[in-house]
């Protein structure tokens, strides 16, 4: 549903964006991460037709954003970092307003209002003036009036931000719902964990460029060269410690000595090499009680990346 190819942005003498690709297709939440001023406002301004790209291609549901942008915009659903409510209209009125804006029919218009309040639990809220409403409900009612004209792309930049935890929690539990009827969603956020827990795909982001960009667990698999892996065993077994020792893809850490139940070592191998290591164990009669492997999750690799590693 969103193809970007070779997105180039430049500011003036400012490059935001440097050539970057990616896709979501629909029904998939993908989470675009990076630092401040990475150029991930940017990337999405881009694809929500507000700025006109230096390089590049950017195609929505098959438009080209670039070359078609009024097709574009009537498939896209976009919530900006900073939104705007209108603080004296009316939860309902708000909603109403965009429905109005997106050219839905007037005998339409309440059925998609009502539609759109129900499915960010807004209907108690309806006639109350916006102003009235806490941060978390606010970001629900620019959800609300994002959706109202059932674009089938959600732009969401930096929706959870604010939000306290049981909002974001909620927050999560919508666009998950939201990506399950269809929707193809692209999310930008600085948290991590809640990316984690939420997007199917991420790209990773620094000064301009993506330096990561997949599935979810094969970007982590790929960041994640390096493996840990910790054996608990239910007594002391001097063996199972040589056989780590001796292991050419085993590592074990300093504090693992041959008298530890736990013993946790850095591993290099592959897939098959940590099951072949947990066979040899247990052939060795190692009383294992349990054998996990480890691996970076987001949060590592974005502070890496932040670093400046994996580039
Ligand atoms: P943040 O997480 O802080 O919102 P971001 O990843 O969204 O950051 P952008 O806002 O896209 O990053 O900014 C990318 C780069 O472009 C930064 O160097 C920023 O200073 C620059 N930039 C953004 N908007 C403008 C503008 N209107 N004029 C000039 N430079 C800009």
Redesign the pocket.
């Known amino acids: 549903m969103i193809e970007i190819r070779d997105l180039k942005?430049d500011?003036?003498d400012?490059i935001?964006?440097d050539g970057i690709s990616f896709q979501v297709e629909a029904g998939q939440i993908y989470g675009l991460i990076?630092?401040?001023?990475?150029?991930?406002?940017?990337?999405?301004?881009a694809i929500a037709t507000l700025l006109e790209p230096t390089y590049g291609e950017i195609s929505v549901g098959g438009a080209s954003a670039i070359h078609d942008p009024e097709k574009t915009r009537g498939m896209i659903g976009y919530m900006p970092?900073f939104p705007p409510v209108y603080e004296d209209l009316k939860v309902w009125e708000f909603v109403d307003l965009f429905a109005a804006a997106y050219g839905l029919p007037v005998e339409k218009r309440a059925f998609e209002v009502n539609r759109c309040l129900e499915v960010t639990d807004l209907v108690t809220k309806r006639n109350v003036l916006c102003k009235t409403l806490s941060r978390g409900m606010k970001q629900r009612a620019l959800l609300a009036k994002t959706l109202v004209h059932e674009p089938p792309v959600l732009l969401l930049?930096?929706p959870a931000a604010n939000l306290d935890p049981k909002a974001r929690i909620e927050m999560r539990n919508l666009l998950k719902r939201l990506a399950q009827e269809g929707k193809a969603i692209l999310v930008?956020s600085?948290v991590l964990t809640e990316l984690q827990d939420l997007c199917d795909s991420i790209g990773i982001?620094r000064e301009?460029r993506m330096v990561i960009d997949g599935k979810l667990d094969e970007v982590i698999d790929q960041a994640s060269a390096t493996r840990t892996i910790q054996v608990e065993l239910l007594h002391p077994f001097p063996e199972a410690y040589l056989l780590l020792m001796e292991h050419p893809h085993a590592h074990p850490l300093e504090d693992t000595n041959e008298n530890s139940v736990s013993l946790v070592v850095n591993f290099d191998g592959e897939v098959e090499d940590v099951a072949n290591l947990l066979r040899s164990l247990v052939e060795r009669g190692a009383p294992v009680k349990s054998f996990h492997e480890r691996k970076a999750g987001v949060e590592e690799l974005f502070l890496s990346v932040e670093a400046g590693g994996q580039s």
């Open positions: 942005v500011y003036g400012t935001a964006v990076g630092p401040n001023g990475a150029g991930k406002t940017t990337t999405i301004k970092d930049d930096e930008s600085h982001m301009g």
